[in-house]
């Protein structure tokens, strides 16, 4: 449960200021958007994508030719729309068993040259375009056509097959997501829907499970695409945008050698940008954004790809990932093929080119102490075990999924007001100044748990400060990023590049993807 954190939903910023993460918006979420069909017309397209360190970066990228016709899914997330170019390219949504149909034009500078698309994993058709060392391509103004069956569920990588040190260094790749054709009806995770449905929260995956298997369910999915960009090679690149060419190779002089990024990123973005929310308008091109947010006991699916020439070590605070799939293929026994045998990952490596499918999942169990704050005079909170040691029987309570061997254990030593006594550490006093108007928030998960923890001389955060008032929800953020510390800052700037906050909000807080 490493580098956990406490934050006020309407403080955090304020959370963020204190652990040294700058002001971030505290409401957007992830999930998985893209376009959803089986004919997508894409469009191979130049534009500058935007820092945190207020520099634009020429690139190039895939994006929708025709938005006439393009269908977005999930189908409830407002704001969706998709460019002619955008980082990375749009995520494609079919169904196993469907056969695809991919429309590429080429509306690259003529000094880029041809390009192409190349579909790791399928066994791809092509039609027009001229032949390339990988594939066929599309010449500066004409159109390729690829087809392929979707053969297998889970998630998938696209990218340029032409001159892939310097097209995916621009900006030309994305993701596929391939749904399974059997869905699963997944009784197990029927309470957490009840628990959110109880909170009025919508449901924004693109399927119940990730593959044709029952121990495939999930509750919430993410999608996350890491890639790093040297600058140099980019400004190289827009130096020559206007020269003349007839070349099929292009016409442009560009060392992608020795290979220094400056910006890491996540989804096409970098920390803090990449907290704001989906289809955010100050990103025309980089409409993904990388927020998760969750409940306790739900189980959240993070579909993960490697882009670009490094590895990144990216480690998910909170707890392991269970490994379900890699390059959509499950991982299952050998001894046994009904039984899933991923191994558990400390961190997400991701390698150039492949894809991983894993489940996170925190509960609180573990914490040793009351997460959400019971043991009051008066209190008549429930917690009686399921066969698991969760409270699960009424999902519309605020402590649904509480672990019950912590249920009234107190935080605090010596505690004050109303929380119970034995806990094993003192809460800080508000009115330090090294802890008050600055403290990061509450220990506990829940509007009320926050009301009740009090000190000698107030609550716990401090409810004098407007900006952090102590009965707002409250929950627990854990930093995801990089193992790499360069990989942390944008620009040799900390914090930035590949960081994001695993937000863990109390049932009484409804998530809302669509922001």
């Not at 995916?168 to 997501?177: D, N, S």
């Not at 890491?264 to 990103?283: H, L, V």
């Not at 009351?370 to 605020?398: E, Q, V």
Request: with cysteine; net charge negative.
């Amino acid at each position: 449960m490493g580098h956990l954190k406490f934050y006020k939903r309407s403080a955090l910023g304020r959370l963020l200021a204190a652990v040294a993460l700058l002001g971030l918006a505290g409401t957007a979420d992830a999930a998985a958007p893209g376009i959803k069909g089986t004919t997508f017309n894409l469009d191979a397209h130049d534009a500058y994508i935007t820092q945190p360190d207020g520099q634009n970066v020429y690139s190039w990228g895939y994006g929708c030719a025709d938005t006439s016709t393009v269908t977005f899914a999930p189908s409830n997330m407002p704001n969706q729309n998709c460019s002619n170019m955008q980082i990375p390219g749009p995520t494609l949504i079919v169904t196993e068993g469907q056969t695809v149909t991919v429309n590429l034009t080429n509306n690259l500078p003529a000094a880029a040259g041809n390009t192409s698309i190349l579909f790791p994993g399928f066994q791809v058709a092509t039609q027009g375009g001229t032949a390339g060392l990988l594939t066929q391509e599309a010449a500066t103004g004409q159109t390729v056509t690829y087809t392929f069956t979707a053969g297998s569920p889970g998630t998938h990588t696209y990218y340029s097959g032409t001159q892939g040190d310097l097209q995916v260094e621009m900006g030309l790749y994305g993701a596929i997501i391939v749904l399974p054709s059997q869905l699963q009806n997944c009784p197990a995770n029927a309470n957490n829907l009840a628990a959110e449905h109880a909170n009025n929260e919508n449901d924004f995956r693109l399927a119940t499970s990730a593959y044709d298997r029952a121990d495939s369910c999930y509750d919430r999915e993410y999608l996350f695409q890491f890639s790093e960009m040297d600058p140099l090679i980019h400004s190289q690149a827009a130096a020559q945008v206007a020269n003349p060419c007839a070349n099929s190779a292009g016409c442009m002089q560009v060392a992608t050698e020795p290979y220094h990024p400056a910006y890491y990123m996540i989804n096409g973005r970098s920390m803090p940008d990449d907290m704001d929310s989906n289809y955010a308008a100050q990103y025309p091109h980089q409409p993904y954004n990388g927020n998760p947010h969750m409940h306790p006991g739900e189980l959240v699916l993070l579909r993960i790809i490697g882009t670009g020439r490094w590895q990144h070590p990216f480690h998910e605070h909170g707890n392991h990932v269970r490994i379900l799939a890699r390059d959509g293929n499950l991982l299952v026994s050998q001894t046994d093929p009904t039984k899933l045998a991923g191994p558990l990952l400390f961190t997400t490596t991701t390698t150039p080119g492949l894809t991983m499918d894993g489940i996170f999942y925190w509960t609180g169990r573990g914490l040793n102490w009351d997460a959400y704050g019971h043991g009051f005079a008066g209190d008549n909170s429930k917690c009686t075990p399921d066969s698991n040691g969760y409270y699960t029987a009424d999902p519309s309570a605020p402590n649904y999924y509480e672990w019950c061997a912590d249920h009234n254990k107190a935080l605090e030593t010596h505690p004050f007001g109303t929380v119970a006594s034995g806990g094993p550490v003192t809460l800080p006093d508000p009115n330090i100044l090294t802890n008050g108007a600055w403290f990061g928030g509450s220990p506990y998960l829940g509007p009320d748990a926050t009301v009740r923890a009090t000190t000698p001389t107030g609550t716990t955060p401090p409810s004098g400060t407007i900006a952090n008032p102590p009965s707002t929800e409250a929950g627990f953020a854990f930093m995801w990023h990089s193992h790499n510390e360069r990989e942390i800052t944008t620009n040799n700037i900390f914090p930035g590049g590949m960081m994001m906050m695993m937000l863990v909000d109390p049932r009484v807080y409804a998530i809302n993807e669509a922001n």
